[in-house]
């Protein structure tokens, strides 16, 4: 077994590497595969990273090697962690890329990479996207590569989120609470309430519980109140007062805060890079499990989930192959719309982008 990670050299590509170690992923005869640039910091940076990994990993370390050229990039598991991130501290001398600088900028950066996944690999590859906008990079690489083995990870670790946050909500462990989110892995996110069972709980003592601590009595309803509520956290953050940012954020409802939460840190300075890690290294222990397991994960889709085509936020059954095909979940009249809504934004974004 081999796992490449491809921006190795950012903060969460480390983070991922030290996990995959940690969790003992890989035998000694497998290997890691840490991928940068030739140009820049990684050209040096890698080799020194791969030398505190066998420090730290001495008695468990698989063979790790380096690849600082996309055609070099071979394993099978292949993470996608390279690009510019939107971060509100990054840019002291000049303002913050917008979003469409961050998908142009990301999108000349992936686009290599899925060319020689397609022309060098061995066709049986999984690719997990976690590079922003991950709807975008999905689509590169499903363009160039068999788009059922192209999985990104904004679904997935919003649904991990959303789990945890309705958990926080009615004092339950997460492990106890299943939900997902579908659609756009950002203001178009679309959790599903009708989604959410609680182990333990009766049908309508769920009802009750989601009654009260959801956002709204109706989704169609949750854009408008998510946009005031994160309005408002960003009107409290700008004006200096980070905790009683955080001490309001903690009370809004468990859907607004999937969205805001993300956002909060990295307005205060600091950055997702930890949780996203371990999210995505979750994903590959599912996939190495052997097992098929229906998750929410952005995949390109050719009509398989309600008739629609392209990239976005769907239920899909997972396994060694890639996604085998969507997990029938149903969806409220409202959860329907919110999710076409996406689907059309989504399509909108990417005209824009691949402009």
Known sequence: MDIAIIGANGSTGKHMASRILLEKLLLPTDRLQLAGRSTGASASALYGFRQDLKDAFAEHCPIIDIALHPEEVVADIILMTAGSTLHPHAHKDKPPPSRDELASYNRAMAIPYA?????YGYGHEIVIVVTNPVE??????????????VIGMGAYQDSLRFRREVARSINVSREAVRAMVLGEHGEGIVPLWSSVTVQGFSASETARAIRQVRSSTSSIQFPET??????????IAQSGHIRAAFQRFDTLPPDVRVMAGPFLTLFSGAKTDIATAHATVDLVKSILSGKDTVIAAQVALDGEFLSVSGPVGAPVVISPKGWDGVYPVPLSDDEQQLFFNAVRSIHRKLLLWNA
């Open 226 to 235: 998510l946009q005031r509520l994160r309005d408002e956290i960003i009107q």
């Open 115 to 119: 060319e020689a996944i397609a022309k």
């Open 136 to 149: 975008l990079i999905v689509q590169v690489f499903a363009d160039r590569y068999d788009r059922r083995r």
